[in-house]
């Protein structure tokens, strides 16, 4: 697994537990729903940290806490 598709699936498992959608998720956070969007499709393979850290706000963790997950811990370092 990517580094993209773990932050993807961290975001969709996060907004499944608490229940938000895109538009929900997107209010909470201050993040537009097409950034998520992108972020969630493809379209923006590398988003940033501070996106991250503003859509941990908005689902009430701490970025620590999302990325500490085995998807995470089992990544192999990209070369790009």
């Known amino acids: 697994m990517d580094t993209y598709t773990a932050v993807k699936n961290r975001i969709l498992v996060l907004c499944e537990e608490k229940k938000f959608s895109i538009h929900k998720l997107a209010l909470e956070s201050g993040v537009a729903p097409s950034t998520i969007k992108n972020i969630l499709y493809g379209k923006s393979k590398n988003p940033g940290i501070v996106t991250i850290k503003m859509l941990c706000d ?7 806490d999302f990325f500490n997950t085995s998807d995470f811990e089992k990544l192999e370092q990209e070369m790009v």
């Not at 908005?58 to 620590?64: A, F, K, V």
């Open 58 to 64: 908005g689902l009430g963790i701490s970025i620590t």
